[in-house]
């Protein structure tokens, strides 16, 4: 039963680090934001 639980913790440590890879390449492409909220004044941008 331990390996099987190994197996799969080491399943999810994989797993995050490709969430958190992916989060990262996200958080650097920039481009439009389209929840962001535009008041109009490009000064502020």
Do not use: R
Not at 1 to 25: G, P, R, Y
């Amino acid at each position: 039963m331990s390996e099987f639980i190994d197996k799969i913790k080491h399943k999810v440590e994989e797993i995050s680090a490709a969430v958190d890879n992916e989060l990262t390449v996200l958080e650097g492409a920039g481009g439009d934001d389209p929840l962001a909220h535009d008041d109009g004044d490009p000064e502020k941008a």
